[in-house]
């Protein structure tokens, strides 16, 4: 074997991800012999940290996994833990204060859609596709763009604020509801935001949508997989589907799902029938696109983007799309805002498996906890997005680099994986929160 026939590409630290990791891709005789997304953040084992805590403290502490999307894993974490206990102010017309408790939440998680994705779209995706090395060295051409995209990322921690007094690692979510009502002085200051948010989030979809975006030919095959709620596009819900026609409750995520250990990673990798699959914004587009708002379906029409797609670099347009639904919900929210009190309801525990899910920014995040009768936590399992996403990243990158051309340029190659990674916006420190270990003696 020639020296001449083997060639490697690696990213030791990926740059503008969560996270710490990297990318090894080693080239024997034209095919590619190794491909890893390594992960090396070290794990956090929130799963353990979480035993022996009482269910009340579940929303204080899932927030700490995440500081982008922390209301996603306390909706996850409150969710599953109401499901278990029959206190259900998702879904109970009847019991109050369920109408507001859910149109309150949904609000909140509005909020961290807005945020995180205007973060991605602005700071990590685009100098991408622009041809920049950062969000800096594009704020010379594009910088009335990034002012919009930094505005409504503001917005977004404003709406997180109202219910969870901070917007990194909030307090206010609790089992039954929130702790307090915002006043309503506070939510009609936020609403006049709303108002001025619209057009900038019209403009954003308008503005990726027209993007020079990647095109990767042959196009990539692989399932889709997201909640479906009844009626709603889909933040909070009790059903999960998939393109390939799954139709199951959240309750049977692990009949279906598998995680496994590989050696270059310390994120488990996850399967659905022995496959790769997506979780994200462009997967739940593609699932949910009869559940947007009217006016983010005309918008679509207008520009002439249609869903579903499979061209996973459309991905920073979804995001777009999930904006404009999240910010027009919000407003219509905050419009038509009251307080409540008491602004939960009281919860009597009950010994049970707990499970739970909600779509964070990047994806379906899956909640597990064995509660016995005092409501004391026994065991956690937490499914984070980007853990499930890591294996469809991987086919990615090799569908990708072998379409470009394996003896291309080492640079282009190298700039065109980092870019498949960072496309799916990986949340590392989310994924690296759990670490099988086996000791061979």
Known sequence: MTEQATRRIEVPVLARVEGEGGLDVTIRDGRIEHLALR?????????????????????????????????AYQMSGIGAVERLFDLDPNWDPDRAPAPWVRRMRRLFYCGEWIQSHALHIHLLAAPDFLGFDSAMAMAGAYGEELRRGLALQAFGNRIIELFGARSVHPVGARVGGFWRAPSAQDVAAVAAEAERALPAAEALLRWTAALPLPVTEPPQAFDCVSLRHPTEYPMMAERIVAESGLDISVDDFEAHFTEHQVPHSTALHGLLAGAPYLVGPL??????????????????????????????????????????????????????????????????????????????????????????????????????????????????????????????????????????????DPCISCATHFLRLTLHQ
């Open 39 to 71: 992960i090396f953040e070290p794990p956090r084992l929130f799963e353990q940290f979480l035993v022996g805590h009482a269910y009340g403290e579940i929303p204080e502490l899932v927030a700490r996994i995440c500081g982008i999307c922390p209301v």
């Open 283 to 424: 997967a739940r587009v593609n699932l949910n696109h009869d559940r947007l708002h009217p006016r983010v379906q005309a918008l679509l029409t207008e520009i002439g983007v249609a869903f579903p797609s499979h061209d996973v670099a459309q991905s920073v347009i979804a995001r777009a799309v999930e904006i404009l639904q999240a910010v027009l919900e919000a407003a219509e929210i905050l419009a038509d805002y009251s307080p409540e009190t008491p602004a939960h309801a009281e919860a009597a525990p009950r010994a049970g498996i707990a499970r739970g899910a909600s779509e964070a920014p990047r994806g379906l995040l899956w909640h597990r906890y064995d509660l016995d009768a005092h409501g004391m936590i026994q065991h956690a399992r937490i499914v984070p997005p980007t853990s499930q996403n890591q294996a469809r990243i991987e086919a990615d990158l090799a569908h990708t680099l072998t379409a470009i051309g394996l003896d291309a340029d080492a640079e282009r190659l190298r700039r065109a994986g980092e870019q498949v990674i960072r496309n799916y």
